[in-house]
């Protein structure tokens, strides 16, 4: 682990002991999912394992591909330290940081998806399709896993977020619920989204076609967005127009949603 994972690591493990102490009733729920782990993908493995679980494929079998993934490619665990940091750090309802670990399901689905993705990478493309199936029946978010997600990634709330096979999500992008990043219609190969970073993307926003949401984008609620957005513009409508500015580089960060707080145009004043 680097020094943020294991940082944040024993964050996690002091905040559970704390709450087993405060609620005895959850203290073997707390053993279970975090304090008896030795790092976060260990505590990830278990917990995911145990909410993608059916009645045909057990947890032990998911926990042993997902066990399998962090310990081929570290790099997943040190991305989902990094999500998790982003939702504490953006959600003013969170306020400590293992609610995130135990029962945010936009953390969970990205997560999941980052090992569906490992998956699909290494041609296991069959089990990755599970992986997508259970996601999107368990947590309400349908990820293709050839979708590339960076780090500092946050689903809020996430029920009905749907991302395509070809979309590239960035660095320290945020996400609100029911936002699609689809297709246009039936074509074939690259199709879908990219976006950029720093992007915030508000609830209910359809972006579709392949076409480039640049850094630092603002898109409004219910917008539908059809062709490429420069960096650093807010957009909002259906079609989404350009109305201005975000009065930060990076409103991803600050999750401000008012687009009518936003600097306007100089052509616009």
């Known amino acids: ?22 609620e005895p009733i959850l203290s073997s729920f707390l053993h279970s999912t975090v304090i008896r782990h030795h790092h976060i993908a260990s505590a990830l493995s278990f917990i995911l394992a145990n909410k993608l679980s059916d009645t045909v494929v057990s947890a032990i ?56 993705n490992w998956l699909w990478r290494y041609n296991r493309k069959a089990l990755a399709r599970f992986l997508q199936s259970r996601n999107s029946e ?3 978010v349908d990820i293709h896993p050839a979708c590339r997600i960076g780090k500092g990634v946050m689903f809020d709330h996430a029920t009905g977020i749907v991302v395509g096979e070809t979309s590239v999500i960035e660095d320290e992008v945020s996400i609100l619920q029911n936002v699609t990043l689809g ?15 720093g992007v915030l993307i508000g609830a209910g926003a359809k972006i579709l076609g392949n076409i480039e949401i640049g850094e630092g984008v603002k898109v409004g609620a219910n917008s539908v967005v059809l062709n490429d957005i420069a960096a650093h513009l807010t957009v909002v409508g259906v079609p989404a127009q350009v109305i201005g500015r975000p009065d930060t580089q990076m409103p991803a960060l600050t999750m401000e949603q008012d687009v009518t707080a936003d600097q306007p145009l100089p052509e616009q004043k």
Request: hydrophobic share 40%; net charge negative.
């Open 183 to 197: 297709g246009t219609g039936k074509e074939c190969g690259d199709r879908h989204p990219k976006v950029r970073r």
């Open 138 to 140: 368990v947590f309400g």
């Open 1 to 22: 682990m680097d020094s943020y994972e294991q940082t944040l690591w024993d964050q996690l493990v002091d905040e559970a002991l704390q709450l087993s102490t405060d």
């Open 61 to 116: 079998s998911i926990k042993e591909i997902m066990d399998e993934a962090f310990e081929s490619e570290p790099q997943l665990a040190q991305f989902a330290s990094y999500d998790l940091r982003a939702v504490v750090q953006r959600d003013p309802a969170i306020e400590i940081a293992i609610t995130v670990l135990l029962y945010l399901k936009g953390f969970h689905a990205i997560q999941t998806h980052r090992v569906a």
